[in-house]
């Protein structure tokens, strides 16, 4: 069983910044790809970015691209999204998730264990 905990959201003015983190307990957490998902209200959830094994790998959305940073540090078991430029749009509850296998890294239901979730609202 794994467990995933969200922490850093919070209101933001537009073009300010957060850092989520999100940290793992249960299994071997360098041993899984990561990624982080969100969901704004009245919307279906959707991908923001992953994340490798060993944290070489990324991926994007084309929303954050450019703006969002995915990283993570395999000996704190601890995955992090460094959001900047913030815009209205970003308002979502964000979730971190872990894949243990596939490499579909877009598709939630690649995913096998989730966060609770943390609220991001970005204010214009």
């Known amino acids: 069983q794994v467990q995933l905990v969200e922490t850093g959201g919070g209101l933001v003015q537009a073009g300010g910044s957060l850092r989520l983190s999100c940290g793992g307990s249960g299994r071997t957490f360098s041993d899984f790809n990561m990624g982080w998902f969100r969901q704004a209200p009245g919307k279906e959830r959707e991908f923001a970015a992953a994340?490798?094994?060993?944290?070489?790998?990324?991926y994007y959305a084309d929303s954050v691209k450019g703006r969002f940073t995915i990283s993570r540090d395999n000996a704190k078991n601890t995955m992090y999204l460094q959001m900047n430029s913030l815009k209205p749009e970003d308002t979502a509850v964000y979730y971190c998730a872990l894949r243990t296998s596939g490499s579909a890294y877009q598709s939630e239901k690649s995913y096998d264990y989730w966060g609770q979730g943390t609220q991001v609202t970005v204010s214009s």
């Open positions: 994340v490798s094994r060993n944290g070489l790998i990324t």
